[in-house]
């Protein structure tokens, strides 16, 4: 065999070997789609359905409560999981918010500015994200039972506010890094002040790297479960922790928690689709640029 | 240089921006990192209970009702004590037992605790005093040190950290190698593969516990399709002796493995849903670090007539490495915080087989509310993990060294 035509096969061995991989990482999402669609006897059946009639029943049953009548089974009211859905969201986006407007201010003076243990700041700024959460949730959980902050969507926020601005100001120090001083001494020149500057100057710069940062901190606030798990109970109670006791709950209904997770994870992988390009630079707090 | 050029800056001075810009990061990080740190470390030598006074009137367990003996002795039987030791209760020698009020109501005095008991058709054990705060120097930690159980955790947490994160190394290093390459579709196949590591474990812990149902669930069907073909192949091909019942009857077992509900296969159960979900990350940290080497080097080789080996081994991997060990340390990291995972798939068991590290501070801190002791764990756990990252870091810096 010539060595062109050996690298031919192993070119197409490489070609077999991805997409059997890449059936591996997707079925089980597949399946989470396909159970949510599935009539319920469809669910537990062996050999596994792989097509079926879709139906819309179990999102129905996920989101509302119903009550039995002689007519058959009746709608009553909402359940409980389109409000967490909300919770989740609004703790989500508000903290993010928050998260990234700190990060990138802070970022800015770290990357513009002389600041003295510049370098000591920056890495107690990221130890504090690598700080297992297990080791300070006992005292947290004190001072917000003392602080009457259980259970609120403020206590919430300001929990992953915490845990995104160190991770924001990393990655939007990166981004700000890159960014030509030029710009801002030009428009200093021209009268600006500083504020004035990095407003009109370096953020309209720098929104590519806010959207990407934004997007991480979204999904790290999105799918947190420990501290909801621990902090909240039922107020402020976020999806994750709401998926995981309907587990508990009402037997098992799969075709519900199939639906429930669907809907939780759809905008994390929307996400990621959009921000494929910053990916390696969000997972690596920006160590890794590319 | 900046601002301090002779020019007066309108609006905020520079100093006065990058104190406003910076403060509120640190005083935050402060107020929620620090501070809790070092109560925690502060609680750590205090025997204290968190508990809610709510939870204190809640029944704890139930025992029989033959114990009737106790009481007019006032001291613990053996049986007694057992039922409390298996309730996680170790009540000390002195403990006695007394009544109030017709023997309605029991009360189990120890030293530091008081259990009350009420008396239904059995021993309702309805809650227990909580205890003072009290400083205890550093008995919680020597506790923990000499109780076997939390050795154990932390082997598990070691065995299920070797296991995942090698899988997932060699699982997203070796894919890497596949997709390093030019191809149509490439960014959106790689993209794809990436969606796992982005969920969160709550989805994917729930999902996969009904993927690896042992009666209906589609891991078992798909792993059984692979000997139940052979089964076919064989036996239309007439194979000699019995190769075709053999797959046959592998087929069967297969589709009859119990995964997460076995001692024996619930920590690989986790393993293999935590490398479904990180191998994607471990694939995108190594693709960087291929598609970063210079073709030259290749071409170079190509000239000497290296072997693929040699290629592989003198160029490639010194190459890769120190982003390998990035990934390598980040994975590590997680992988020994594992919580949820374990919390949504496994909860720990059965028995103590899946109880990690986490999941153990989890359940001493808000199930048995031994809020002194689960601080001193807090910071045995701290400890492993610094060591560890300061290994990795060390690797890394030479890894870095050599490579340039």
Redesign the interface.
């Known amino acids: 065999m010539s060595r062109r035509s050996r690298k031919g096969t192993f070119?197409g061995i490489?070609?077999v070997?991805?997409g059997i991989?890449?059936i591996?990482?997707?079925?089980?999402?597949y399946?989470?789609i396909a159970?949510s669609l599935k009539r319920w006897p469809d669910?537990?059946?062996?050999?596994?359905k792989f097509f079926f009639k879709p139906t819309l029943d179990s999102y129905v049953g996920l989101m509302t409560v119903r009550t039995m009548t002689p007519e058959g089974a009746k709608i009553v009211g909402a359940s409980a999981y389109p409000r967490q859905l909300l919770n989740s969201v609004i703790i989500g986006f508000v903290s993010t918010a928050l998260a990234v407007s700190?990060?990138t201010?802070?970022a800015?003076?770290?990357s513009?500015?002389?600041?003295k243990g510049k370098n000591d700041?920056m890495f107690?700024?990221l130890s504090?994200r690598?700080?297992?959460?297990?080791?300070?949730?006992?005292?947290?959980?004190?001072?917000y039972?003392a602080l009457h902050l259980i259970d609120t969507h403020f206590g919430l926020i300001?929990?992953y506010?915490?845990f995104n601005?160190?991770f924001a100001?990393w990655l939007m120090k990166g981004f700000i890094d890159e960014i030509p001083k030029e710009y801002e001494e030009a428009a200093?020149v021209d009268?600006?002040?500083?504020?004035?500057a990095?407003v009109k100057i370096v953020l309209p710069q720098a929104i590519t790297g806010i959207a990407a940062t934004a997007v991480f901190c979204l999904?790290t606030a999105?799918?947190?479960?420990?501290f909801a798990?621990?902090m909240t109970t039922r107020n402020a109670r976020t999806a994750?922790?709401a998926?995981?006791s309907r587990?508990g709950s009402s037997g098992v209904e799969?075709g519900q928690?199939?639906a429930g997770?669907f809907i939780?994870?759809l905008p994390?992988?929307v996400?990621?689709?959009i921000m494929?390009k910053h990916?390696?630079r969000g997972?690596?707090f920006g160590?890794?640029k590319? | 240089m900046?601002?301090e050029n002779g020019?007066k800056?309108?609006?905020?001075?520079?100093y006065e921006?990058?104190m406003?810009?910076?403060v509120?990061?640190?005083v935050?990080?402060i107020a929620?990192?620090?501070?809790?740190?070092l109560?925690?470390l502060g609680?750590s030598f205090f025997r204290y209970s968190?508990i809610?006074n709510s939870i204190l009137k809640t029944s704890l367990f139930e025992v029989g009702l033959n114990y009737q003996a106790d009481l007019n002795s006032g001291s613990i039987s053996e049986e007694l004590r057992q039922e409390f030791r298996n309730n996680g209760i170790l009540l000390s020698q002195n403990a006695t037992v007394s009544t109030e009020k017709k023997d309605s109501k029991w009360i189990i005095a120890d030293k530091e605790n008081e259990y009350y008991v009420k008396k239904k058709d059995k021993l309702d054990i309805i809650g227990y005093s909580k205890p003072p705060l009290k400083p205890v120097g550093t008995k919680n930690y020597s506790r923990l040190f000499t109780q076997r159980s939390t050795w154990s955790y932390f082997t598990t947490t070691a065995y299920f950290v070797l296991l995942a994160v090698s899988a997932q190394f060699i699982?997203g290093f070796g894919?890497a190698l596949?997709?390093n390459?030019e191809?149509k579709g490439k960014?959106m196949?790689?993209?794809?593969?990436?969606?796992?590591?982005?969920?969160?474990?709550?989805?994917?812990g729930?999902?996969?516990?009904?993927?690896l149902d042992s009666?209906?669930g589609?891991f078992n069907?798909?792993i059984s399709l692979v000997p139940a073909a052979l089964h076919r192949i064989t036996a239309v091909l007439h194979f000699p002796g019995n190769v075709s019942a053999w797959f046959q009857n592998t087929a069967s077992s297969a589709r009859n493995i119990i995964w997460l509900t076995r001692p024996k296969a619930a920590l690989f159960s986790l393993v293999i849903i935590d490398t479904?979900m990180w191998s994607?990350?471990m694939m995108?940290?190594s693709l960087?670090g291929l598609s970063?080497i210079p073709k030259y080097l290749y071409e170079a080789a190509e000239i000497d007539r290296a072997s693929a080996w040699f290629k592989f081994r003198h160029i490639t991997f010194p190459l890769v490495s120190p982003?390998l060990l990035?990934a390598l340390l980040?994975r590590t990291?997680d992988a020994?915080?594992l919580?949820?995972l374990v919390?949504?798939a496994t909860a720990g068991g059965p028995g103590s087989a899946t109880e990690t590290v986490?999941m153990n501070?989890?359940r001493r801190?808000?199930q048995d509310y031994r809020?002194g002791e689960?601080?001193a764990l807090?910071?045995m756990?701290?400890i492993v993990?610094i060591a560890l990252?300061s290994i990795y870091i060390k690797y890394l810096n030479k890894a870095k060294g050599d490579s340039q």
């Not at chain 1, 591996?24 to 999402?29: S, T």
């Not at chain 1, 690598?130 to 001072?143: A, C, K, Q, R, Y």
């Not at chain 2, 794809?192 to 982005?198: D, Q, Y």
């Not at chain 2, 729930?206 to 993927?211: E, S, T, V």
Request: proline share 7%.
């Open positions: 070119h490489a070609l070997v991805i991989s890449l591996f990482y997707l079925i089980p999402i399946w989470i159970t669910i537990f059946v062996m050999p596994p700190l990060g201010m802070s800015y003076a770290f513009r500015f002389q600041v700041l107690f700024i504090t690598m700080l297992p959460p297990v080791v300070v949730i006992i005292p947290l959980f004190l001072m039972r300001l929990l506010t915490t601005v160190s100001t200093l009268g600006y002040s500083r504020f004035k990095f999904i999105w799918n947190e479960f420990a798990l621990i994750p922790p998926l995981a587990m799969w928690i199939a997770t939780f994870l994390v992988a996400f990621t689709f494929r990916l390696l997972v690596t160590a890794i590319k | 900046r601002g020019r800056p309108r609006g905020l001075r520079d921006l990058k406003m810009f910076i509120p990061t640190l935050l990080l929620m990192n620090i501070f809790p740190l109560w925690s609680l968190a809610e699982i894919l596949f997709l390459r191809f960014g196949v790689t993209t794809l593969i990436l969606v796992p590591m982005m969920l969160s474990p709550v989805v994917v729930l999902f996969w516990r009904f993927i009666q209906w589609l069907y798909l479904w994607p990350f995108l940290l960087a970063a982003l990035i980040f990291m020994f915080k919580f949820d919390y949504i986490s501070l989890y801190a808000f809020t689960s601080c807090a910071y756990i701290l993990i990252s």
